[in-house]
């Protein structure tokens, strides 16, 4: 079974500079897809980022990027010029290319934004 | 497009009663997937459901039922209620639930369980 670890249960950050939110994942898989996902206190769940493993180059959106290491098995997010509406709770989680509909989710990190 | 809407936010039921939560997925997406959010468990994959048949299951006990029906509005159903079920239940949706696919979540139905 795919399993996900976030090791860093809670970060913190200063407005306008950058954070990194580390995510490790474990399987024997080929086909797989990585992804962020943001929860703000208002609790719906948004997609910010994602990765296909056959994918070398890492994915930007706008002020957040992936380091996506396939032989690691580590794909962290970076936030650049991080914003107070950053403030969130953020899941890294793993979609195999087999199994339909299911993501499995790391356990988040709380990540705070200082004015 | 409206989101994914869940029906009811918040509910209260005592142990051994049951409860059944609903989903409208994005007009168009045909597949639904459900998952429980707990403090202690985090996000927990329950089913997934595609053209009315459930194409996968997580690792819940058979209390734990879904349906989905031909207009892709699904819902789950709770059965025997234990405290440990008081938790967020998220639901999601994706046009084919492909692996690629966004999934687009709603905003939850909170359960608690007393």
């Known amino acids: 079974a795919q399993t996900v670890t976030q090791s860093q249960p809670e970060m913190s950050v200063q407005e306008a500079e950058t954070v990194t939110l580390s995510c490790t994942y474990d399987?024997?898989?080929?086909?797989?897809?990585l992804f962020w996902y943001k929860q703000p206190p208002s609790r719906q769940m948004i997609l910010v980022i994602r990765?296909?493993?056959?994918?070398?180059q890492n994915a930007t959106e706008n002020r957040f990027s992936v380091n996506f290491q396939k032989a690691a098995k580590s794909f962290s997010l970076k936030i650049s010029d991080s914003q107070l509406g950053d403030a969130a709770m953020y899941f890294c989680a793993y979609r195999s290319g087999d199994i339909a509909g299911k993501s499995t989710f790391g356990d988040g990190t709380t990540l705070t934004v200082k004015p | 497009k409206a989101g994914v809407t869940q029906t009811p936010r918040y509910l209260i039921k005592t142990r051994g009663q049951q409860v059944t939560l609903s989903c409208s997925p994005i007009s168009g997406h045909r597949s639904v997937s459900w998952y429980q959010q707990t403090p202690g468990q985090g996000l927990q994959f329950l089913f997934e459901?595609?053209?009315?048949?459930?194409?996968n299951k997580g690792n819940f006990p058979g209390r734990f039922s879904g349906r989905q029906f031909s207009n892709s509005r699904s819902e789950m159903n709770v059965s025997t209620l234990e405290l440990g079920d008081s938790a967020l239940y998220l639901c999601?949706?994706?046009?084919?639930?492909?692996?690629?696919?966004?999934?687009?979540f709603g905003p939850g139905t909170r359960l608690t369980v007393l």
């Open positions: 999601a949706s994706t046009f084919s639930g492909g692996p690629y696919n966004e999934q687009f």
């Open positions: 990765q296909e493993a056959y994918k070398q």
């Open positions: 399987t024997s898989e080929s086909d797989y897809y």
């Open positions: 459901y595609f053209s009315e048949t459930q194409r």
